[in-house]
């Protein structure tokens, strides 16, 4: 996904949340109802691929479902630092533009694939992400698919998800009385960590360069805020 931008008020609090950090919270709710979706078992090795803001709100949601394996997956410097870091040690970190993807995750699971694949690559980049998808997971495994706007179909390889499952998730709307509230107490509770995600607050008069910037320079912008006075 893409890099993500929010407008915030002045205020510098509600409750236990602060308001930069509140302003996740609609997609926190959401990846909170994808991971819940996937039914993770402490058996699952689940590999998350794309770490922008969805892809790595979702991979802090499925640490809590402690899963033998959590395995983060991105072509940026960036965003593989920001797994690791709010990751922590129960998260291992692919670098897809330093190594082959499929091989890696692979590897790391000892040759039998993620039983759980969640692919949150969109755009252009997304159409070859999904087919790796397909090639990392195990025989009996599920792919999750939410990256969106690739601009053409996706690559549905019959022969490689024979035995597989796959779901093009959005987030439950008939639990969602329920899940927004559980994102808000993550993101109180600091469980799920997002300032570190913020690399930019620009002002609501420079929103056309915010969004050139996040266009253009995706390896430089995770999480942009627009201050407004």
Excluded at 109 to 120: M, P, S
Excluded at 134 to 158: C, R
């Amino acid at each position: 996904m893409a890099g993500t931008m929010w407008r915030v008020g002045k205020h510098e609090g509600f409750g236990n949340v602060v308001l930069e950090e509140g302003t996740f919270h609609s997609l926190a709710t959401s990846g909170n109802g994808w991971t819940q979706a996937l039914h993770i078992t402490p058996e699952d090795r689940v590999a998350v691929l794309g770490q922008g803001i969805v892809g790595n709100l979702l991979m802090q949601f499925a640490k809590r479902y402690q899963p033998a394996q959590l395995i983060a997956v991105d072509a940026l410097d960036l965003r593989c630092h920001l797994a690791r870091e709010v990751g922590g040690p129960q998260v291992q970190v692919v670098h897809a533009g330093e190594e082959d993807p499929v091989k890696a995750v692979k590897e790391l699971i000892g040759g039998k694939g993620a039983t759980i694949v969640v692919d949150c690559v969109g755009g252009r980049a997304g159409v070859k992400s999904f087919a790796q998808a397909q090639e990392m997971l195990a025989p009996g495994g599920l792919l999750q698919l939410i990256g969106l706007y690739h601009g053409e179909p996706l690559p549905l390889d019959a022969a490689k998800m024979m035995g597989k499952r796959l779901i093009a998730s959005y987030p439950p709307s008939t639990k969602r009385e329920v899940i927004a509230p559980q994102a808000m107490y993550a993101l109180a509770s600091g469980e799920i960590q997002v300032k570190p995600l913020i690399t930019h607050r620009l002002t609501g008069r420079e929103a056309k360069q915010a969004f050139d910037f996040l266009h253009q320079h995706p390896e430089q912008a995770m999480g942009v805020l627009m201050l407004w006075d």
